[in-house]
T-cell receptor
Framework: AQKITQTQPGMFVQEKEAVTLDCTYD???????LFWYKQPSSGEMIFLIY??????QNATEGRYSLNFQKARKSANLVISASQLGDSAMYFC???????????????FGKGTTLSVSS | DTEVTQTPKHLVMGMTNKKSLKCEQH?????MYWYKQSAKKPLELMFV???????DNYSVPSRFSPECPNSSLLNLHLHALQPEDSALYLC????????????FGSGTRLTVV
């Protein structure tokens, strides 16, 4: 079974509009972290935002916010006021286990391609 | 500029060639990773190193051979690859207690002909 599911292969949005990218996850570990990355056509993975399983509040980083619904195991990324430069592939990823455990890799979803038009 | 440096950025190799991919980080991170990204597939984790020791148990074809000479360097040796091995190979590093995530390199785009 997939641990990270991103059901939207592609999303289209106009400049200045908000967009939500969906992510659901599956884990039985009570301690985990959820990450969102942006991958432009250049290939580099750019870290956007992080949510820990024990965090009481939803994470926010500038125009990015994470709608974390623990009971539903969802961690949707909300981008407010979209810009042309936001056009890229977006990946949701999860780390299982506490941070003190060294060498725990991220597991990624298939990604969502976001296209922002003017 | 990324703090994880991967070389080369592009590589074209024949199926009988031997080549190596290099990944270097100078952030003092204790863990390093190799991922393979094929078109329309999720990133596939290939190898994990923590404190220079391999700690994964993923089944990866033996034509891929990782090497971690020191805590800052992670190599991926390639031999007798197949065309389906053509992909973007991404290296990443992480530190314990790193809530900001994992730092990725820009990748090596590999084409096997």
């Amino acid at each position: 079974a997939q641990k990270i599911t991103q059901t939207q292969p592609g999303m289209f949005v106009q400049e200045k509009e908000a967009v939500t990218l969906d992510c659901t996850y599956d884990t039985s570990d009570p301690s985990y972290g959820l990450f969102w990355y942006k991958q432009p056509s250049s290939g580099e993975m750019i870290f956007l935002i992080y949510q820990g399983s024990y965090d009481q509040q939803n994470a926010t980083e500038g125009r990015y916010s994470l709608n974390f619904q623990k009971a539903r195991k969802s961690a949707n990324l909300v981008i407010s006021a979209s810009q042309l430069g936001d056009s890229a592939m977006y990946f949701c990823a999860m780390r299982e286990g506490p941070f003190a455990q060294a060498g725990t890799a991220l597991i990624f979803g298939k990604g969502t391609t976001l296209s922002v038009s003017s | 500029d990324t703090e994880v440096t991967q070389t080369p950025k592009h590589l074209v190799m024949g199926m009988t060639n031997k080549k190596s991919l290099k990944c270097e980080q100078h952030m003092g991170h204790r863990a390093m990773y190799w991922y393979k990204q094929s078109a329309k597939k999720p990133l596939e984790l290939m190898f994990v190193y923590s404190l220079e020791e391999r700690v994964d148990n993923y089944s990866v074809p033996s034509r891929f051979s990782p090497e971690c000479p020191n805590s800052s360097l992670l190599n991926l040796h390639l031999h007798a690859l197949q065309p389906e091995d053509s992909a973007l190979y991404l290296c990443a590093s992480s530190q314990d207690r790193d809530r900001t995530g994992y730092t990725f390199g820009s990748g090596t785009r590999l084409t096997v002909v």
